[in-house]
Every structure is written in C-alpha cells, then in structure tokens.
C-alpha cells in the first residue's frame, strides 16, 4: 500500500508545484514523512527572495520577504543619507559632526548587511515548510494559486515599485518640518516660485499635505444689552490669512459654544444649580457631620453589611485618613462620588429599561455608550468646563457621563436575560407590561443591576480624582496638586488613600451584592 | 362548547398574510413555502372545539406546532388567520384589558419548565394570578394555602421553588394555574419534564383532580401513552396540521392514514379497546361454533368491558365469554378473538 500512496501524494505535490515538480514533490513528502532535515534550505527562495513567493504565488512568504530586504535597503539609504552629511561637515569643519555621522553610517551599513543576510536564510528556510501550508489549503481550494506564474511576478513587482522607490527616497533625505511646509504653501499662494524638490518633498515625505484651506470665519460676540437680553455683534477676523480645516473647525466649535452660553445659559445653570443642591445634601451628611459620628456609622454599617472583618478593615482604613490629615477631605471626595452615583443611578435605570425594552431606544443608547466607553476620562473634561464652567457640579457631571455606562447596560442585560419562558407565564396570568415589569423583570434582574451599581461606584470614585483637575476638589485635588509642585510624598499618601476609600467602598457594596 | 378553534393559520415570518394567500391559492407543502417566502407554517388550518370538564389532548412530535397552537387559546399568539371562540366569545376581537381579564380569571396554564419565578416563595408563585389582580394579601395567602393542599404540598408555602424537586415544582405549577379557579386549563406538555414514576403519578393525581374540579382542560403532549390515559377525546398533529381528532378507541381501531397507525401500532390495546369492538353476534358465533345453551354458566362481561378484564376473566376457562347488556345477550368473545384483538389489526 505504501508506495502507491507515495505516488499518490507526489502526484499531487507535482501537479501543485508545476515547474521543478520533482524538487518540490521530494521535499513535500520528506515534510509529511516528518523526514526534513532542519537546515533545509530552498535555494531558489535564498536567491530569488520575494520575487520568488510572488512567482509561486505564497503572498505570505512574499511580504516576509519584502519587509525584510526592504529595512536592509532603507539602511542603504541612510548610509548614503549620512555619508552625504559627513562630506557637508567635513567642508564646514565641524569635526564632532564628522565623527557623530561617520558612526551612525557605519551602524547603518553594518545592520543592512546583516539584516540582507539573515532575511534570506530565514526566507529560504521557511519558504518550503510555509509553501507546504499553501499545498494544504489548496488541496481544499483549488482557487488558490498553485505552480508559478509570470502574471503574479508583475504584481509582486508593481507592489515593489509602488513602495520601495518613495520609502528609499524618504530615508536618504532629511525630511523637511512642519513649519517650513507652511511657509512654502504660503509663498506658491503668494504666487512665488519655489524649487520643485522643495514642493515634492513637502508633499511626500513630510506630514500630511493640507489640502484644503479655508477663509477664516468671523469672530462673533454676545454682549449683554441694557434690558439683560444677549445680542449677536460680527467682527471681521483678525486676519485674512486662510486657516486649514482643523483651525476653521475648532473655532466654528468655539463659537458655537459661546452662542449656547449666551443664550442657553440658564439651562446650564439649571442643571448646575440642581447637583449642588444635591450634593449639598449628600456634603451634609458625610462633611457636615462630627467624625466621631461618621466613623462610627461607617464602622457600624460596614459590620451589619459585611461582617467584623470588613469593619475592622474600615475601621483601619477610617484611622489612615484622620491620621495622616484627610478626613474633611476624603469625605469630601465620598460625597462627589455618592452623589454622582446617585445620579447615575436615577438616571441609567430608566434608559436601561428603555435600551431592553426598545428596539429604538437600543439603536440610539448603544452606539453612544460605545463612545461613552472608549473616549478617555480626561476628555469628559472638556465640554463639561465649557458649558458648565469649573467647579464640583461640572466635575460630578463628567463623573456622571464617565460611570453611567455600565448602569445603563448592565441593567438592560439582566432584563434581556429574564427567561422567555418566565415572561410569557407571567402574561399567560395576565399580566401588565407594569406589572411585567415591576414583579418579573426587574426582581430577575437586580443581580444584574446590582453589579452596575457597583462599577458607577467604583468609576465615579476613579473619575472624581481626575475632576480634581477642573476644580472638584476631595482627593484627587492633593494630588493634582502635589504633581504640579513635584511634592511625590504628599501625592503619595493621598493617593493611598484614596485606594483605600476604594477599597473599601468596592468590598462592602460586593458583600452587599452576594447577600 | 367552551373552546372553539376554527381554521387557524399561524405562519411565522415577515409578509404573514401574503404568504397564506399564495398557500391557500396553489396548496403549498411547509418545505415549498421555507423554501421560496422564508416562512414558517406553524399551525395549518387547525379546528376543533373541546366541551366542558372534556380532557382534549394534543399529540405530535416536536415541531408539529402543537405548543404554537396551545398558545392561540389564551392568545399569548395571535392567528394570521382563523377564529379562536372562549365560551362562545371571540378573542381576537377582545381589547387588551378584557384580554387580561379573560387570561387571569378564566384560563389556567402550565408549563414544560415550570415557569416558577424563582425569587418568589411557592406561596407567592401560587397566589401570583390573584396578585395580578390586585386581591388583597391575606385572601389570596388563604387560597394559595388551600391549593397547597390539593396539590397535597401542604406546609411548603414559605420554601423557594429552588428547594424542591421538579415533580413537587410541577405541582406547584398546577397549583399556580389552580389558584384564580379557571374554566379553562391550558397544558404544555407539563410532565415532559419529569421521570417516568413521578410522570405516572402527577398523570393519575391529575386526572383525579380533573374530574373533581370539572376543569375544561387542553393538554399538549409528544407521548401517545400519556394522551391515551389522559384525554377524552385526542387530536394528533403532524407539520402544523391536525391530521386526525377521535376518542383513544376510534384512533387506535381506526387509524385515519399510515403516519397514525405508525404512531399507534405499537401501543398495548389491553386497556383501550374494549369488548363490544372484538365481539361475534350470537347468531354468528351460532353458526360457526353451534352451541350456545350453556352460554349461562360462561364467564359475563360488559361490551364496556376493556380486553385486561376479558383476560382475567377467560385465563383458565375452557369456554368464551358472554358479553351482555343489561342481562341482553349482546355478543360472545372467543379466546381466539380475544388474541387478535389484542395483537390489533396491522399484523
């Protein structure tokens, strides 16, 4: 049996590699035979580099290749680059400069050789163990290339054209900066003439060309009139320079957001005005009371909750804030946080219902939550200050838009995930959408929700640190501060501290959750 | 009759209606329609009607659409086409609140996975329709003590349903559907779930209690032995449609087509036929046999008398049975008529 299914497999292996069959068929059954030695090397791979997997087609081994002898050939250029720069200092007379470009292309060289060399053997190495993985997807697909082909040689070298020239280019010159590019675009607007290598290296090897420049737009005003109403003044730009599109955009933005101030602002002191009622609320109970107080409720209700070992640990974490200074402070930055939290809460609930219950309301909520959750903390910062100016309100509202996520769609998960079966009996005994909700689908879901009330927790807490910057204060403003006076020890024990409110925050809500 | 379904359609999937059109203008099959519409034909022109205290029972494999049909009667599916009458009312026309009136005061339903809500005590579970009713805690408490009791689970009204066995959550199930004292009982396939002796015994406690309460129930099953212990009268269902409604009897005598006789020729007949159907008139058996003056000392039987008690009776005879009616000689079993009807017809 053996030998026949030997011919099987060679004929196979031939009518797959087409030209130098026998090569390939004998290599192929030693690799399946487990028989190839480990230095075997194909030597028309070690020769032909990727101008040989783009005959044969193993796009794979043709970008292995590619990439390699393409970094030795960049190291050429930057020799040339160099030894250009040498023959310059030298006419200058710039000794140190001679002897620091003479190194450098030295390096270069050294590293392009190697790097040619070694790309090759590991190209010739691995060219028939990887070709090999080719045959056996072509086996399932006979679309794939097999055998060699002259079409595939002109692609492979159309991608080299399209690369290597400008990339080579872009390493033998010293590219010109930013500001030199402006100054050029200037001048062909003013209609000066400028040198074509210039103008070609502005536009290849630089930053990305501007393409399109825009008028500056006018400056708007919106003074208040006698009678406390807002009118709109236009002032012609400073300049008539034109701006390119990030310039124009963010002063479009600007202006937009100083006509929302100026004639929306009592909406946003509306909603200021409310969190600091509440969070006035919260200040009372938690700064507002004596420490001998608070501590002991905190000690009391972590123990009731969470056991004696959770009020140990609270009553030790409690110790560290009044010892080292914090307690006014840390209390501070645990009304931010509950207030945020309850915000959060008040708020996530109900869009959580709405996301679960709505195919509308989950194709609007979704997609925002996603940008919720992937832009980072710090850029919450930013409209909250320009619509709400600074302070602690603005800061618990970026906290608020920062943990709410997780409510929002934690909630909606555990009602999603309420059995089917379970609903429908309820409703097969009459009942309500109401009374669907409110006695099936929320009970069923409070592990879930519970959970996100635990992450707003723990986010609000991270976010209100970072508020620090915008003028929330608590915590995070001792460090903020001690990183802008380089203080490291005083930034350090807050910074302890406010891992330990952490902690113990996280590990008594969790207890809670499990009960 | 209290249930009343005429010509029912239910077809899953977009275009619904357009889709029935082109059904019932060229007569598709189910695999022609999934094939060309991307529709699923659940339920195919389906009627019948079921009388009061009646145990109808619906039997079919899985994905004949009996489950979707239960479904329409309490309407948790409306019909793309068809009528569902309750006590003569029709309730596709019903608005959305006499629709709960209707679902929480007449029509009772239990489940194949029990549906209990797990963050409820078995009290509450069971109290959960008059809840939905807004009847005040301590009446509906006092009821759901009283089901516990029919359901004899006395004394588990303050367990979890996590703490009990699945037969015992099973019964809570009934209770549950018990509780608001419907008309109307709807079940899917309820014991499915459990094993075969706890099957057995919830089959024989239900049927008790069925008779007692004068429920009109619907009973859905995949098991033809459970739908022939359990129902008065048995539709069979096959790929959405009801291919055949009779008495246990009428269906394992008289199998409509070959997928029925399928399903029944390998049930025992002992107790589901009876002697009227295996019997020779005496004027026959005269002929044949000759000799029926001593026909007064054989074996008696009544024509109801199922084929277990002719056995019984005839084991150790030499002579047959005489079956009479009110002291009528209405026919004569013979041992070897008694064999074949026991075999049954098929082979």
Redesign the interface.
């Known amino acids: 049996m053996a030998p026949s299914k030997n011919s099987d497999s060679l004929d196979s292996f031939k009518e797959f590699a087409g030209h130098r069959g026998d090569y390939y068929g004998q290599t192929f059954l030693r690799i399946q035979q487990a028989k190839l030695p480990g230095l075997h090397l194909n030597m028309s791979a070690l020769a032909g580099g990727f101008l040989w997997a783009s005959l044969r087609g193993n796009w794979l081994l043709f970008w292995i290749g590619f990439a390699v002898d393409m970094v030795a050939a960049v190291n050429l250029a930057l020799v040339h680059k160099y030894d250009l720069a040498v023959v310059q200092a030298t006419a200058d007379g710039k000794d140190f400069l001679v002897q620091r470009y003479d190194g450098w292309s030295d390096a270069h060289l050294q590293a392009a050789l190697v790097l040619f060399v070694a790309g090759r053997l590991l190209l010739g190495w691995l060219a028939d163990r990887l070709y090999y993985h080719h045959y056996a997807r072509w086996r399932v697909n006979r679309s794939l290339p097999s055998g060699q082909a002259i079409r595939r040689l002109g692609i492979g070298m159309l991608v080299v054209l399209f690369i290597a020239p400008l990339t080579i280019y872009r390493a033998s010159q010293f590219a010109p900066d930013e500001r030199s590019c402006i100054k050029l675009a200037r001048m062909i607007q003013d209609g000066q003439q400028v040198p074509l290598k210039d103008r070609f290296d502005c536009w290849t090897i630089s930053e990305f060309p501007t393409l399109i420049w825009l008028q500056r737009p006018p400056q708007y005003t919106f003074p208040r009139n006698d009678d406390g109403t807002r009118s709109i003044v236009v002032k012609e730009p400073s300049s008539t320079r034109p701006v390119n599109l990030n310039h124009w955009l963010s002063e479009h933005i600007d202006q937009g957001i100083g006509y929302m101030k100026a004639f929306y602002g009592w909406l946003f002191d509306g909603v200021t005005r409310w969190i600091r009622i509440l969070l006035n609320a919260v200040e009372a109970v938690f700064v507002g009371t004596p420490w001998i107080v608070t501590s002991l409720l905190f000690i009391v209700a972590a123990v009731k909750l969470a056991g004696s070992r959770m009020g140990v640990f609270t009553g030790a974490v409690l110790l560290y804030l009044a010892l080292f200074g914090f307690w006014q402070t840390a209390m501070s930055t645990v009304s931010l946080t509950v207030a945020a939290t309850v915000i959060c809460v008040v708020a996530g609930l109900p869009l959580g219902i709405w996301v679960a219950k709505s195919k509308v309301g989950a194709a609007i909520v979704t997609p925002v939550l996603d940008i919720m959750q992937t832009i980072p903390s710090f850029v919450y910062l930013l409209p909250a200050v320009a619509f709400f100016s600074v302070g602690k309100p603005p800061g618990i509202l970026a906290t608020v838009i920062f943990a709410m996520p997780p409510m929002v769609r934690l909630t909606a998960l555990g009602i999603q995930h309420v ?1 089917a ?2 609903k ?9 959408p109401r ?1 669907l909700l409110l ?2 689908e929320l ?2 879901a ?1 592990p879930s929700i519970m959970a996100g009330v635990n992450q707003v927790v723990m986010l609000s807490l991270s976010m209100v640190v970072i508020a620090a910057i915008i003028g929330a204060g608590g915590m995070g403003f001792i460090v903020v501060d001690a990183l802008a006076r380089t203080q490291v020890g005083r930034g350090i024990l807050a910074g302890i501290g406010i891992a330990l409110i952490a902690m113990m925050i996280d590990r008594v809500v969790q207890k809670v959750n499990r009960m | 009759m209290v249930i009343e379904v005429r010509n029912v359609w239910k077809i899953f999937g977009e275009r619904a209606e357009e889709v029935l059109r082109a059904i019932q203008r060229d007569n598709l099959h189910k695999t022609k329609v999934l094939e060309r519409f991307g529709a699923v034909v659940a339920v195919r022109d389906v009627s019948f009607a079921v009388k009061r205290g009646e145990i109808f029972c619906i039997m079919g494999l899985s994905g004949s659409g009996k489950s979707t049909l239960v479904r329409h009667i ?1 309407r ?1 599916i409306q019909p793309t086409d068809g009528q569902i009458l309750i006590k003569g009312q029709d309730i596709g026309a019903l608005p959305t609140e006499a629709l ?6 007449q ?3 239990v ?1 194949q ?1 029990m ?5 409820r005590t078995v009290r509450d579970n069971i109290a ?2 008059l ?3 807004n009847t005040d805690p301590f009446t509906r408490h006092q009821l759901a003590d009283r089901m516990l009791e029919t359901v004899s689970l006395q004394g588990y009204g303050d367990a979890m349903p996590s703490e009990l066995s699945g037969g015992m959550q099973q019964r809570v199930g009934l209770a ?1 559907a018990l509780a ?1 004292d419907p008309a109307i009982l ?1 079940m899917d396939e309820p014991f499915s779930a459990l094993d075969p002796l706890i099957r057995r015994g919830l089959q024989d406690e239900f049927l008790a209690l069925s008779q007692t309460m004068n429920k009109t129930t619907v009973f859905i099953t995949h098991d033809l032995d459970e739908a022939m212990r359990m129902g008065s009268r048995i539709g069979i269902m096959r790929d959405g449609e009801m291919v055949q409604v009779g008495t246990p009897e009428d269906i394992i005598i008289h199998p409509k087509d070959g997928y029925v006789a399928d399903f029944v020729q390998g049930l025992s007949r002992l107790k589901l036929v009876f002697a009227h159907r295996i019997m020779e008139q005496p004027e026959t058996y005269n002929k044949t046999h000759g000799n029926l003056a001593e026909v007064d000392t054989w074996p008696q039987a009544h024509p109801q008398a199922d084929l277990n008690s002719l056995v019984s009776l005839i084991v150790g005879q030499d002579c047959p049975i005489a079956i009479r009616d009110d002291d009528k000689l209405a026919g004569i079993v013979t041992k070897d008529a008694l064999l074949k009807g026991i075999q049954g017809p098929s082979s």
């Open positions: 059995p079966s379970t429908e009996a309820a409703l097969a005994f009459g009942a309500s009374q006695k099936v009970p069923l409070l | 309490n948790l709960r009136t209707l679902r929480a005061d029509i009772g339903m489940f996975n549906a209990l809500l797990p963050h959960f329709a809840e939905l009713r549950r608001a709807l």
